[in-house]
Each structure stands twice: as C-alpha cells, then as structure tokens.
C-alpha cells in the first residue's frame, strides 16, 4: 500500500534532521499503530506521510508511485487524513461537513446521486444519521471525532491516516473510536495508519507497530514483538508488565 | 457542500427582499425634500411631476447605489472574515479602505485629469495595505488582534499623509471633503451603471463559490487533505474582497462597519454554511446601508449627515461589543 524508504527530513533552515533514514511499510488492510515518546518524530512523520512536508532524502510510495506524483486530487481519492486537532467550526450541520469530503470527486449532475449515495452510506456507518442535521458545534467530543472521520470516509480512500484520533477524548469516545476504526478495518478492508500513545490500545488494534525513538526507527513489528517490557522500557524509560487478560487480551500494566 | 436552501432560510430571503423593497420606497421618499409614495408612483408611471427630476437625478441613483455599495461592503467582510479565520475583520479594520481613499485622493487631488484611474489605483491602494498587514502578522499565524493592530497603525499612517495632502492642496478640496466622509450623495448614473457592471459579475463568482469559502473556514490541514489548492484560493478570496471594498471606496469615500456588523448578524441568522450566509449577507448589507443612508437624510433634515457618520455611530459600538466578546472567550 505505502512504502517509506530511507526518509530523511529536516525542517527549513536547519541542518539538523527531525526523521533520519526510516524505512517501514504500510500493508493494505492492516491497522499500522505509530508510537515514541514525546518530540520522537511521530506528527513530524504523519506529515511527511500526508505528503504536506516535502522529504529531502527518500522517498513514499503510494501503490508504487511516489506520494509527490500524485495531483491534489488524485491523491485526496486515494489517502484521507484525520487530524489532532480541529477548526472549531458553528453552523455548519453534519451532513455539509461530511459532504465536503467529496471535494475530491466531480459535483456534477450526473455525479450528484452518486455523491448522495456515499454521504448516506458514511453517515449509517459512523452511526450519524440521527444527527445528521444537527450542527457540529452542537456535538459532544466523540461524535465531533466521528464527524471527521466520516468525512474521511467520504473521500472513500484506500489508506486513512489518523494523527492520535483518541486525544482530547474521554475514555468512551476514546474506545468508541477504536471500535469505529477497528470495524472499518475488519469490515471493509480499510488501510488505517494511526499514532496512538495509549500502548494497551495499541496493543488491542493494531497488527503492526512502528515505534520511533529521536526521529529514528526504533523498532517494528507485531505488537506483541514490539511492546515488551525490555523495550518499552528503552523507549519510553519507564518500567511495565504485559498481562494477559482471561479471554487472552494483553495489556501494557505501567508500574510506578 | 452539498446543502439545500431550506425553508426556514427562504422564509428569511424573502423577509430581506421584502424589507429591502421598504427601504427602496423609505429612501426614495424621504430626505431634505419629501416625495410622497403616491408621487413616486406616478413618476414610475412617466409623469412629469413636481419632484421627478430630484427623483431620477438625485434619488434613484443614490438608492441605487446604496443597495450596491451595501452588498459589496458586506460581501467583502464577509469574505475577508472566513479567508483570515477572524471574526472582527473588515475592509475598514484592516486599513484597505484607507489604503484605496488615499490612493483615490492622491488621484483626485494631485492628477485630477486622470480620474479614469481612480478605480484601478484605489485596488492597488487596498491591496497594498492588505498585503503588508498581511505580511507584518503572518509570522504570528495572522492572530486576530495582532491583525487589527496592524491594520489600525497602517490606517493612521495613511490617515497622516491624506491630512498632509488635503492641507497641500486645500484649494482642491470641492466635492473631495464630503466624498472622504462617505457619503452616498454624490452618485451619478454614470457612476451606478460603473458600479453595476463591474462588481455584480463577481458577486456571482462568488455565489458560485461559496462552497470553496466553507473550505477555507475549515482551515489548511483539511483543505490540503480535500486536494483544494489553498494558497490559490486564499489569494483569490483575498483579491475579491479588496476590490469590493475598493470599488465602493473609490465612489462613496470610506463607509466602514457595513462589513463587520452584517456578516456577523447573516452568521447568527444562518450560521456559517456561504451558500446560505452569503445571500443573506448581500441582503441584509443592502438594507443596513440604505436604512443609514435615509437617516444620514433625515435626522437633521433639511441637512443631511454623511452616511459614512451613521455607520461610525452604529459599528463603533458594534466593533467594541465584538472586542469584548471575542476577548473573554481569547479568541483574539
């Protein structure tokens, strides 16, 4: 789906890289979970990969063909992201925000019913159509959350990119939109990239992990290869244990 | 954005263009002289009356005008609002009106024979101040306060060299003072067919636009993420704005607070989707300018004040509630 190769990238300016030589893959419709601590190159990456910070060394391809190929909107078709933080936005209903992810795609006539057909198809998977006229600036903070990745979803990518969908949330919303996401995986083969903190929800959705560590690829792998405790303790300098839960869940048990 | 007019809105549109029909007959009626509506009616009809020739001369291009000028002004707040993300911006706050008056008074003044440029140099003249307030607070995201403090020291910088020059050439200065303070009055039919045809094509680019304006309110990340060229269209939006506010500029003199009061009132009216505010903003800016304009005529009539004067005594309070307001909630 996407491969990086030996990405370097430095902001203008400065000489020092942010990213130095990382090369990992992103397979089709499997759930890619990017960890590291804080100021390891995580937003900086999600950037590169959206394509909005030019790579100096390097490349990213998307189905082969370098990202900075793409045309604007060719590549919004192809890869939709989902960011931290959003505009804060009133009067504006949840099926025109929704629709505007269909920017990328043709608005005439002949095009409109189709248009239509995928807002409606979005909003019934999100779980939105209740609230579909509803403004946004009316909505709680995981349904603002669902909102964006519906429209997302309405851009009907092949690989979603999401910069830690769960932050800002409380702990529901935080595991609604995993659900969401992870059901989107599982039932429509969605490619999902995603940086995630909470190493447990890591754990839970993901079936590759990167982990970077000062703007380097630190490890990757499974989770289960990635999270240990020997390395999460490098990464992250502090001390936890993976348990096993009863129906065979693990999760990561930070120790104080 | 694919959303539909719905009824609550077309109630509202028709509400608008119904009042807008009672300010046309209210404005075309009073004023130093008062026109009665059955006279109006009969000049409509062609008859040679009393008032006729104050009322196709005078009256019915200064209407006319009104309605126009109104909607530009409003249009270009309204704009200018959603491309720089900021709820008290207008031509006036910014310092474009002052940029395009002193370019139209340096023309006006110094090269009167060349008056065909007045437009094109009042476009330049706002421009050229949007662009270096633009350029003095981009390093700081463009913050909202940090816009208008900008726009105000730039408008004072202006403001200084027009007082200079009206001083230099105050032999001059006929039909140019009642012009600096914004006044409807002094339009011609000359003037409103100018208007009409190079302003009303755009505000129909921009109806056709609006959805691209409910990308920009939706800010970079997103539109880059929808494929929409940002810089193109924020420069656009920004071009359309400025020659708006020139083009009005450049007839009335600076009539400010039209562009911030009405978009805020269309936003609490519609909310933010354009493809309902801006219809509504047109509207409603018609009607707020030709409602001041009429008291501008009557609230000391026989004389009248310049609208530009009502305007000021409308959106100062306006303007220092918005200050207020964004300023709790730290949004400047």
Sequence with gaps: MMNIRHLTFAFRGQSQPVLHDITFDIPRGKITSIIGPNGSGKSTLFRCLTGQYKVQKGEILLDG?????YKNRERARRLAMVYQQHPQISG??????????????????????????????????????????????????????????????????DLLLLDEPTVFLDIEYQLETLKLLKELNQEKGLTICLILHDLTQVMEISDQVIALKDGRLFTKGS???????ERIEELFHVKSEILSTANGHKLVHFLL | ???????????????????????????????????????????????????????WQIRFPRVLGGIM?????????????????????????????????????????????????????????GLFTFAI????????GMKPIHVILAGISISAIWGGVQAILLTAYSDRLIGVMNWLNGTLGNLTWSDIRILFFLAAPVIFIVLLLAAKLNLIILGDDVMYNLGVPIVFYRFLFSFIAVYFAAISVAFTGVIGFVGLIVPHIGRLLVGNNHIRLLPVTLLLGANL?????????????????????????????????LLLRHGKRGEL
């Design chain 2, 133 to 140: 307030v633009a350029m003095l607070t981009f390093q700081n």
């Design chain 2, 69 to 125: 000028i109104g909607m530009y002004l409003a249009i270009a707040g309204c704009i200018l609002q959603s491309v720089l993300q900021n709820p008290i911006a207008d031509p006036g706050v910014l310092g474009i009106s002052s940029g395009a008056s002193l370019a139209a008074v340096i023309i006006m003044l110094l090269f009167p024979g060349s008056i065909a440029l007045l437009i094109p140099l009042a476009f330049i003249g």
């Design chain 1, 65 to 69: 063909k370098p990202l900075a190929k």
């Design chain 2, 289 to 321: 300018l030709l409602g001041a304009d009429t008291l501008a005529r009557v609230i000391i009539a026989p004389q009248e004040i310049p609208v530009g004067t009502v305007m000021s005594l409308l959106g100062g309070p306006f303007f220092l509630y």
């Design chain 1, 92 to 157: 504006i209903t949840v099926r025109e925000l929704v629709a505007t992810g269909r920017t990328p795609y043709s608005n005439r006539r002949h095009d409109m019913a189709k248009n239509k057909q995928v807002i409606d198809a979005v909003l019934e998977q999100v779980d939105l159509k209740m609230l579909e006229h509803q403004y946004i600036n009316q909505l709680s903070g995981g349904q603002k959350q669902r909102v964006w990745i519906a429209q997302a979803l309405a851009q009907e990518p």
């Design chain 1, 223 to 229: 989770p289960y290869e990635v999270l240990t405790r």
């Design chain 2, 1 to 55: 954005m694919g959303v539909k007019m719905n009824k609550q809105v077309h109630l509202l549109l028709i509400v608008l263009t119904l009042l807008l029909g009672v300010n046309i007959i209210v404005g075309l009626a009073m004023g130093s002289v008062s026109i009665s509506f059955q006279e109006i009616v009969q000049i409509f009809t062609g008859e040679e009356t009393e008032h006729a020739r104050i009322f």
